[in-house]
């Protein structure tokens, strides 16, 4: 997406294992910052969002923190399970002269081997 | 049950007919959204609508027109002037503009030959 670029573009880990995913984004006036998870053939799904200020959100598994210095966030998964595989999207805020829009990254692969 | 209901789920249509894609909530949002998802990227915003009778163009809205007489509901109609309409159709809504949080619905995949 413009101007804001996620890492890596897929990823593979062992069932038990972490996940972090890492989304770059260039306007400094950006104050929300969601993920969504997107399973094959429906609708993504809002799993976890932060503003900017807060550094850190933890939903059981899950967890986002935010890096407003250096303008990114990141996504973290704690032992993985096979139902996480999904494709991941980071999609914050940016500011434009026709008003605020969520722009979304070019999405993770995320696979949680059995 | 709450939610955004997008019908039908697969669409298909000859090049050069219009189709309209189907998007209704009944979770009292005032906004609405359609993106564009193409295969491997990012979804992209084709128009959204912050309260009735008022939309805007997004990034994309180039051979795309929207309604908005409902507050439920919020059609998009592809034209033929759209280039490259074979694509994931997403519709999504909000509380109102200022409140971020986007819910998306199950999608419309448009295959146009």
């Known amino acids: 997406g413009e101007n804001v670029e996620q890492h890596p573009s897929t990823l593979s880990v062992q069932e038990g294992d972490s996940a972090v995913i890492k989304c770059t984004y260039s306007?400094?006036?950006?104050?929300?910052f969601p993920w969504y998870k997107q399973e094959l053939g429906k609708g993504p799904q809002l799993i976890i969002d932060i503003r900017s200020n807060v550094g850190e959100k933890k939903d059981q598994r899950i967890a986002v923190t935010l890096n407003k210095t250096a303008k990114h966030f990141s996504l973290h998964i704690t032992e993985t399970q096979p139902e996480d595989s999904a494709v991941y999207f980071c999609a914050p805020d940016l500011k434009k002269s026709s008003g605020d829009k969520l722009t979304f990254g070019t999405g993770t692969r995320l696979a949680v081997r059995p | 049950d709450g939610g955004i209901t997008q019908s039908p789920k697969y669409l298909f249509r000859k090049e050069g007919q219009n189709v309209t894609l189907s998007c209704e909530q009944n979770l009292n949002h005032d906004a609405m959204y359609w993106y564009r998802q193409d295969p491997g990227q990012g979804l992209r915003l084709i128009y959204y609508?912050?309260?009735?009778?008022?939309?805007q163009k997004g990034d994309i809205a180039e051979g795309y027109s929207v309604s908005r007489e409902k507050k439920e509901s919020f059609p998009l109609t592809v034209t033929s002037a759209q280039k490259n309409p074979t694509a994931f159709y997403l519709c999504?809504?909000?509380?109102?503009?200022?409140?971020?949080?986007?819910?998306f619905g199950p999608g419309t995949r448009l295959t146009v030959t």
């Open positions: 609508s912050q309260i009735v009778n008022d939309f």
């Open positions: 999504a809504s909000s509380f109102n503009r200022a409140s971020r949080e986007q819910y």
């Open positions: 306007d400094s006036a950006s104050n929300y």
